[in-house]
């Protein structure tokens, strides 16, 4: 009788800096493309590693999950031991298990937490530069954190969807509809705050539109009452900008 493939978990750190996103692709360097190539080299096997979602080049994280199919009998630790010692030091393996052949690392997920980070202080940290925005002009915190509690719960947050998120003459699945569960402005001290995010799922671009907006509502350029019109509108050219790709993180897939 033919053994069943295993089926590996894999949970992944990255610094997305010199990377273009998570998603393979033909001529670029991408985290999805650099651990299925050394996981080839070790099993020998052609391996399709499949993400919890996608990264945009620039986004970091500290918890993304993968899973792929192997035959080979390549201890757990083994895995997690010889792809740290293959994989530039940008992306590290964090824990590999060997998980129920119906896990999958994105149809399983019931959500995931972001992290987005801004710096205020008048000049940039080197140390930060890669991984929080830099936002000298005060900031209405208050303001922030009135919007921030409008985006809670589930909405149409067509608004701050950027073109490619999905299939949009589709007639079944929820659309734009998303759950936000918790939105939190966190001031971490030293001049460093964060906007939290924590829901079912978020569309292309959601988060980095959604600070881009809350960041004019805190220079004074858009209203609490206008950011509720936003919000309401289902019209993407309603929003502020995108804010940049290295201020995020996703923190965290659950399950």
């Given at each position: ?16 800096t ?9 001529n ?9 190539r ?21 986004v970091?994280?500290?918890g ?28 590290r ?15 399983s ?25 830099h ?7 208050n ?14 947050f ?54 881009g ?9 858009i209203?609490?009452?206008e ?5 309401a ?23």
């Open positions: 009788m033919e053994t069943e493939p295993r089926n590996i978990k894999l949970l992944i750190g990255y610094d997305g010199e990377f273009s996103g998570w998603q393979r692709q033909k670029s360097l991408t985290i999805q493309g650099e651990i299925e050394f996981l080839t080299r070790m099993t020998g096997e052609e391996i399709l590693l499949n993400g919890a979602g996608r990264t945009d080049a620039g970091h994280a500290d993304m999950v993968a899973h792929f199919h192997t035959a080979s009998t390549i201890s757990c630790d083994d895995f997690l031991r010889g792809l740290n010692a293959m994989l530039p030091g940008a992306i393996i964090f824990d590999a298990e060997d998980v129920a052949n119906s896990f999958h690392a994105r149809f997920a019931v959500g995931k937490e972001y992290k987005y980070e801004i710096y205020t202080g008048k000049i940039h940290p080197p140390r930060l530069r890669l991984n929080t925005l936002v000298t002009c005060p900031l209405n915190f303001s922030i954190r009135k919007c921030l509690a409008m985006t809670r719960g589930t909405h149409d067509s608004s701050f969807e950027n073109s490619g998120s999905r299939d949009k003459t589709a007639c079944s699945g929820r659309g734009a509809v998303r759950t936000i569960h918790e939105a939190l402005l966190l001031e971490n001290g030293c001049e460093l705050f964060s906007l939290q995010f924590d829901g079912d799922g978020f569309l292309r671009n959601m988060i980095r539109n959604l600070v907006t809350l960041l004019e509502v805190g220079r004074g350029k209203t609490s009452e950011f509720a019109a936003i919000l509108a289902k019209d993407r050219t309603m929003a502020g900008p995108t804010a940049p790709a290295h201020g995020l993180c996703l923190k965290k897939v659950l399950y």
